[in-house]
């Protein structure tokens, strides 16, 4: 099952890049307005100072019409709506002499947040006040807000979005893994199915037995003593027997989290049990330490496991040859492997033997399945799963477990 397609965020997030790029284009204009601005007033109040138009400190003297030009030219300026001039009196008073009617028109007009005010000289003789043109910073501040609501709307919108694909994602993977366990649940129930009928024809004897001896009674060919029914037990012991060696329910029915402190060997030998009706004439030896290790874990896992890469070997040596599982504890770890003296594997096979679905027996049944679910439970257990060369000439299935570890 493969994640759903999220739409493509890439055109959102140029879109919102070069909305930041100009948000970051507008700050800096109208940062440079700002000052370009504050330089123009000072020039003209330096202009002022330096033209001396508005006469001494302390005399009331002024150039009433150089006064009116030089107001006019400021004036002109696109940033600039009015200008005002004042003169200081002796005694601390001031009046408005540019325009000379502004006091009588608007009085207290010096009062309005408007006007900057600037003092004309060192001491001042006077003061300029300008009212500045603010419908252009207002213009560039009310766009500036408006890229700002932009890039939060689309940054909500982005963040909005990561949180869907992070809870898609999440439930994803919980549907994923639900369906592994699922596959690893029906390929140990496979592996089961392919040794159905050779259980079936070791089955059939002494149920065949029981069923034969019960006739004859039945028929009158024999009256039923004690050795006759000795033997019908031995019979239906037989096929108790056989039963509860294969362990075949409890390895079909097992949950997947029952975890259990394990006997490696153990489970070697119910793996063997499991699948040696397709043994046939190949000789397996298990080579083991007298203790042997432990591992906390699922043990139907590793009965699968250690049955399906005996399976594998069987079948590639089609029932016939040496198959060996020696078990070690190395560098800290345990180790298990299993090898054979068969063909071993195709070099052109090695690079995709662990994927699923990977087979060459196609025509004779097989799922693909059997490495995969392999390479997947030794992910589980925290180990590891190799392909490397058998010492006694074919393929090795190396397995690495931490010691006293497993999930």
């Not at 150039?63 to 002796?90: H, S, Y």
Request: net charge negative; with cysteine.
């Amino acid at each position: 099952m493969s994640a759903p397609r999220a739409p493509a965020r890439w055109p959102l997030a140029l879109t919102l890049l070069l909305l930041a790029a100009a948000l970051g284009t507008l700050v800096w204009l109208r940062g440079r307005v700002a000052e370009q601005r504050r330089e123009a007033l000072e020039n003209a109040r330096d202009l002022f100072a330096r033209t001396g138009v508005l006469g001494r400190p302390e005399g009331r003297a002024v150039r009433f019409a150089e006064l009116e030009t030089l107001a006019a030219t400021i004036a002109a300026g696109d940033l600039v709506e009015e200008v005002r001039v004042r003169k200081l009196l002796p005694g601390g008073e001031a009046a408005t002499v540019v325009p000379f009617d502004a006091d009588a028109r608007e009085p207290g007009w010096d009062a309005d947040p408007r006007w900057l005010r600037f003092d004309v000289g060192d001491p001042p003789a006077g003061r300029l006040y300008i009212r500045v043109d603010r419908s252009g910073p207002l213009a560039v501040d009310a766009v500036i807000a408006l890229l700002l609501l932009t890039l939060a709307g689309g940054l909500a919108v982005l963040a909005q979005r990561q949180r869907g694909k992070e809870r898609q994602l999440l439930l994803t993977e919980s549907e994923l893994e639900a369906r592994r366990a699922e596959v690893v649940r029906l390929e140990r129930l496979a592996l089961v199915g392919q040794l159905s009928a050779n259980i079936f024809h070791d089955l059939r004897k002494p149920v065949l037995n029981i069923r034969h001896e019960a006739q004859d009674a039945l028929d009158g060919i024999v009256a039923p003593d004690a050795e006759w029914l000795r033997d019908v037990q031995r019979q239906a012991d037989l096929f108790v027997s056989i039963l509860r060696d294969l362990g075949v329910e409890d390895f079909a029915r097992a949950r997947g989290d029952e975890a259990e402190w394990c006997d490696l060997r153990d489970c070697v030998e119910r793996a063997r049990r499991l699948v040696k009706y397709e043994q046939r004439d190949t000789a397996v030896e298990i080579a083991a330490p007298e203790e042997s290790p432990l591992v906390f874990a699922p043990a139907h896992r590793l009965v699968q496991l250690v049955g399906n890469l005996l399976l594998n070997a069987y079948q590639a040596m089609e029932g016939r040859g040496r198959v060996r599982v020696a078990i070690a504890a190395e560098d800290g770890a345990l180790r298990l492997a299993v090898e054979d003296d068969g063909p071993g594997v195709p070099e052109a096979l090695r690079a995709t033997l662990f994927d699923a679905f990977q087979t060459t027996r196609h025509d004779k049944g097989g799922s693909g399945l059997g490495l995969y679910i392999c390479r997947k439970i030794a992910d589980d257990l925290g180990g590891t799963l190799e392909l490397r060369e058998s010492p006694l000439g074919g393929a090795a299935f190396v397995l690495r477990l931490p010691a006293g570890r497993g999930r």
